[in-house]
């Protein structure tokens, strides 16, 4: 019988967010990097869970001009599709940002006023 392939052994991928704070602001751009098991191939991203985009890079540059919040993972060549990164853009004067990535229950949090 076929193995699962949850079972195999890929690790998920990891997906970064420069800078890793959210949200941003309206225009400014950040880079979503995904590493995973160094295959060749191409990655594959995911906007709310729906693939968007495959590149031959490992990174994407984004920015928005309207206001709104999405969730995007990524999936490297020979590895898991990674966690989410929830990623919102603010047409606020003020943002106050927290870390883009998840937190675990006892970890510190650092919170960032930008305007």
Known sequence: AGVPCHLTGAQPSQLTLDPPWT???????????????????????YVNEQLQWQTTSDRIHLSKDHPGSDSYQCRSPGAELSPSITLSFSNDWLALQVPAQALLEGDALLLRCRG
């Open 23 to 45: 949200p941003v602001f309206l225009w400014e751009k950040v880079t979503l990097t995904c590493q995973g098991s160094g295959t060749p191939g191409p990655t594959k991203w």
